[in-house]
């Protein structure tokens, strides 16, 4: 059966809690199957390539995202931030002192593994579309998903909405990264 554009865009935005204007990138970032597969856009049947160019993007993303918190956690002096609001949010204010620190923060959270667990989590497997000579989704298909789906949420509405997805699956839900509304106790 093709899949339809519109109701498997309506499913992904559901578990990322993100409405993506552009349906056809959501569909892009969870095609598998092959190369390219043919679905139903607006009744009309179109080519669907895999997802692919949009994993490479959200693995870039991922890391920029994640890597800018980090940086805004404390400055190269190890003076802490003042809370700034940015994006809705408030800045991260943590205790990341060292690039080791970022080193362990990355592989902890954008491993593949690590992926593949918060997509499992999120029910993305679910939606990954996998020829049928696929008996199941694997870990590995499930972390380049999720990476894809990041991509394709940055080409669909940028930055705030990258950040606003990656903090609803817990991206930044980590003991080096401390989201907090309260000012420093002790500021500098």
Partial sequence: MLPRVETKAVDIGTLLQYTFTDKRIAVEAVQMAAPQIACLYNNTFESLDNNKRLSVLGDAVLAKVLCSAWFEARSSTGKEHAPVERCGVLTITGRVR???QWTQLRNEMLSNDALARRGYQTGLDRCVIVADSTPAVSPRMVATTLEALIGAVY?????????????????????????TSQPPLFPS
Wanted: no cysteine.
């Fill in 155 to 179: 080409q669909d509405g940028g930055d705030d909405a990258v950040n606003r997805v990656m903090r609803s699956l817990g991206f930044f839900d980590h003991t080096l990264l401390t989201v």
């Fill in 98 to 100: 060292s690039q080791a």
